[in-house]
C-alpha cells in the first residue's frame, strides 16, 4: 500500500502556506492610506486643525476612517496616515476629504482627491468662500 502523503511532502505544503500567508500580510492593500496635504498655490497652509476622512456613496465606514493635524502656519506640506477600519473595502468612487478649521470651529479651506489603487493621496486645499 502506498503512503498518499509523507512528511517531505507535507512539509513543503506547510512552508509554501506561510510564505504565501506572509506575501498577502505584507501585500499593498495595507491598513492605511498615505496622505499629502498642500494649499493652493503652493502657499503655506494657515494655522488651523485638519480633518482628513474617506468619503464614499452611502459608506457607513466614513465616520471611523478619520484622521486629524494641527497647521503651525509654517509648512507648505503636511503628510499623514489615514488608518482604515478593518474589512474597509476600496471602491473607485471613494475619495480623502480634507478640512482645515480656525480654533473657533469656522471652515477655511477644504479640498478631495480621488482614491486610486495602492498610491499614495496628494490633496490641494482651496480657500471656503462664504
Not at 502656519?73 to 471613494?94: E, F, V
Not at 476629504?97 to 490633496?123: K, N, Y
Amino acid at each position: 500500500m502506498k503512503r498518499l502523503a509523507d512528511r517531505r511532502g507535507i512539509l513543503l505544503g506547510a512552508a509554501t502556506a506561510a510564505v504565501a500567508f506572509g506575501a498577502l500580510a505584507n501585500s499593498p492593500h495595507s491598513s492605511e492610506i498615505a496622505i499629502t496635504i498642500g494649499f493652493e498655490g503652493g502657499e503655506a497652509i494657515p494655522k488651523g486643525r485638519l480633518a482628513v476622512y474617506l468619503e464614499g456613496p452611502a459608506d457607513p465606514q466614513r465616520m471611523a476612517a478619520r484622521a486629524s493635524a494641527e497647521s503651525d502656519g509654517g509648512s507648505s506640506k503636511i503628510r499623514l496616515a489615514l488608518p482604515l477600519p478593518p474589512g474597509t473595502r476600496m471602491s473607485s468612487r471613494q475619495q480623502v476629504v480634507a478640512e482645515l478649521q480656525r480654533a473657533d470651529g469656522w471652515l477655511l479651506a477644504r479640498g478631495s482627491a480621488q482614491v486610486e489603487d495602492d498610491l499614495p493621496v496628494e490633496i490641494t486645499l482651496y480657500t471656503v468662500m462664504y
